[in-house]
């Protein structure tokens, strides 16, 4: 069996792409295409004979990990967004911390922004709390109200999370046996979130590692463009996990921040918040999630 496999999901995502694949060259790679238009299967084709580039409909980011993870053979796989890149020895670090950690299903090393800056990437577990703490900038008046973003999280040791950002994640292939693939109901955003969850009810725990670094380039995949999945997946993981009636209190939470957002800001920010809460305010959580 490969140590390593590592399975990268496109979408148009050609102006990250080359840096992406040249920082996983010796691996095993299988590229899953959701349909892109910019000329993304070509270039890997050409550019990457080795990789493996399979094009499916797009069905999101869990369907395609779970296509490209089915074609691997690894004891691990890295799954790895298209606008993110591996440093030096990241990848190497990563497994080598995994085997020494065997309780350990997912593994997220430290992420750098484009310019070298820390780019947080620990997470808590949605909550009422939680949620009312970011959606009403709550968080703004310090660490102990960040908890949805991790605030007081030390990105500068090895630590316990509850989940880590879907952007680089290192996956245990016996650990994936045992809890299922990733929830593919999640189209994008959360699903790294749900699976992380049913990861440590399994009994398994998700690690945060800084001896290895990654770059990403945020949101550049999806250009902020997908603001109502990220609600939507925040909901499908309350639902899934908490229940109808827990859901359905997080939605009108969410519902009286977004309206609050969409009069505080303007322009395409402030639309986004006002397209966000009108879906909110166009049924209950069991209609907007049928």
């Given at each position: 069996?490969?140590?390593?496999?590592?399975?990268?999901?496109?979408?148009?995502?050609?102006?990250?792409?080359?840096?992406?694949?040249?920082?996983?060259?010796?691996?095993?790679?299988?590229?899953?295409?959701?349909?892109?238009?910019?000329?993304?299967?070509?270039?890997?084709?050409?550019?990457?004979?080795?990789?493996?580039?399979?094009?499916?409909?797009n069905r999101g980011l869990a369907f395609g990990w779970n296509a490209g993870i089915a074609r691997t053979s690894g004891r691990y796989v890295l799954l790895l967004n298209?606008?993110?890149?591996?440093?030096?020895?990241?990848?190497?670090?990563?497994?080598?911390?995994?085997?020494?950690?065997?309780?350990?299903?997912?593994?997220?090393?430290?992420?750098?922004?484009?310019?070298?800056?820390?780019?947080?990437?620990?997470?808590?577990?949605?909550?009422?709390?939680?949620?009312?703490?970011?959606?009403?900038?709550?968080?703004?008046?310090?660490?102990?109200?960040?908890?949805?973003?991790?605030?007081?999280?030390?990105?500068?040791?090895?630590?316990?999370?509850?989940?880590?950002?879907?952007?680089?994640?290192?996956?245990?292939?016996?650990?994936?046996?045992?809890?299922?693939?990733?929830?593919?109901?999640?189209?994008?955003?959360?699903?790294?979130?749900?699976?992380?969850?049913?990861?440590?009810?399994?009994?398994?725990?998700?690690?945060?590692?800084?001896?290895?670094?990654?770059?990403?380039?945020?949101?550049?995949?999806?250009?902020?463009?997908?603001?109502?999945?990220?609600?939507?997946?925040?909901?499908?993981?309350?639902?899934?996990?908490?229940?109808?009636?827990?859901?359905?209190?997080?939605?009108?939470?969410?519902?009286?921040?977004?309206?609050?957002?969409?009069?505080?800001?303007?322009?395409?920010?402030?639309?986004?918040?006002?397209?966000?809460?009108?879906?909110?305010?166009?049924?209950?959580?069991?209609?907007?999630?049928?």
């Open positions: 069996m490969t140590e390593v496999s590592v399975v990268v999901v496109t979408y148009n995502a050609l102006p990250w792409l080359e840096q992406c694949l040249e920082s996983l060259r010796g691996h095993e790679t299988v590229l899953v295409d959701h349909g892109s238009t910019d000329g993304t299967v070509a270039f890997a084709r050409e550019r990457f004979p080795d990789v493996q580039v399979v094009e499916e409909e298209s606008d993110a890149w591996l440093h030096a020895g990241a990848l190497d670090a990563l497994v080598a911390f995994a085997d020494a950690h065997p309780e350990a299903a997912v593994v997220g090393p430290r992420l750098r922004n484009p310019d070298g800056t820390l780019q947080r990437s620990v997470r808590g577990f949605p909550t009422l709390w939680r949620l009312a703490t970011e959606y009403y900038f709550l968080r703004k008046l310090g660490p102990r109200f960040n908890a949805f973003y991790a605030g007081g999280f030390d990105h500068d040791s090895v630590r316990e999370a509850d989940w880590v950002m879907g952007a680089v994640l290192l996956v245990r292939r016996e650990a994936v046996a045992e809890v299922g693939p990733a929830d593919d109901a999640f189209f994008l955003f959360s699903e790294e979130t749900d699976w992380c969850y049913r990861f440590r009810l399994a009994g398994w725990k998700v690690l945060f590692f800084p001896g290895a670094e990654a770059t990403h380039v945020y949101a550049a995949s999806h250009q902020g463009r997908l603001f109502v999945e990220q609600v939507k997946g925040h909901l499908r993981f309350l639902r899934k996990h908490r229940g109808d009636a827990y859901a359905e209190r997080a939605r009108r939470l969410l519902y009286v921040a977004l309206r609050l957002r969409g009069l505080a800001f303007r322009g395409e920010r402030g639309r986004r918040y006002r397209e966000a809460a009108a879906w909110l305010a166009s049924g209950r959580v069991a209609e907007l999630l049928a």
